[in-house]
């Protein structure tokens, strides 16, 4: 005889064979709904890598570069004597950047490693200039008078001697720091070589000589900058 119902006062219980498939349909049922979240995750993890917002943050940077040099680059352009408006000077220095582009992307090989050896060397003087700016505000007072920035014969030197000669000597120190791949920047990394550290070591691959260059620029104005520095705001109005 098959197994059927069997009533317990109000209630009906189901026999244990009628039971035990609708718990492993239900059971079958869960699993397919967790392999396919586990499937939905996997895709969105593979169409997001993990280092997604770096290079998100690396592409808004450079974005922000382009546009700080193309209006700076407008302002330059004007300032040499090319008279023409505001727009389109920012126009025809996009134009000469992307032709330069161009022009290095077609006839240089490595591309690369020459823009990473590019931005080395330039990063050096920058370093140098920045030290030396943030330095020199962190000395000051009072703020800068206006008329004097506009004019020559004011409060401020034309040449502050002592700055330009300190920039160009930590430019060359940082430059002596720092290595390059591509030929014709491969005169860097000399001071190296009187320190005894091979250019083929880790440590001459760090290119130290940014952090030099920005950390000696620091310290230019606070150790020759302060009577300058003084001078100039006891002359001032």
Avoid: C
């Amino acid at each position: 005889a098959t197994a059927g119902p069997t009533r317990r006062g109000s209630s009906q219980e189901m026999p244990h064979s009628a039971i035990r498939p609708r718990r492993e349909k239900a059971v079958m049922k869960t699993a397919s709904s967790d392999a396919k979240r586990t499937s939905q995750q996997s895709a969105i993890g593979t169409a997001m890598p993990a280092h997604a917002p770096l290079i998100a943050a690396t592409v808004l940077s450079l974005l922000s570069g382009i546009v700080i040099t193309l209006y700076s680059g407008g302002f330059a352009l004007q300032s040499v004597g090319v008279r023409v408006s505001r727009q389109w000077s920012v126009v025809i220095v996009g134009v000469l950047l992307a032709a330069i582009a161009v022009v290095l992307s077609f006839a240089v090989t490595g591309i690369m490693e020459l823009f990473r050896d590019l931005a080395t060397t330039l990063a050096v003087p920058t370093a140098a200039w920045a030290g030396i700016f943030a330095a020199e505000m962190m000395i000051r007072n009072r703020r800068f008078e206006s008329e004097s920035l506009l004019r020559r014969g004011g409060v401020y030197e034309t040449v502050r001697w002592g700055n330009l000669i300190g920039f160009v000597v930590i430019s060359a120190i940082g430059w002596g720091l720092t290595t390059a791949t591509v030929t014709w920047l491969g005169w860097q990394g000399y001071l190296f070589g009187l320190l005894g550290v091979p250019l083929d070591t880790d440590l001459a691959g760090t290119d130290l000589g940014v952090l030099v260059a920005l950390a000696l620029g620091i310290l230019l104005p606070i150790i020759i900058g302060f009577p300058a520095i003084r001078r100039q705001e006891e002359a001032r109005p």
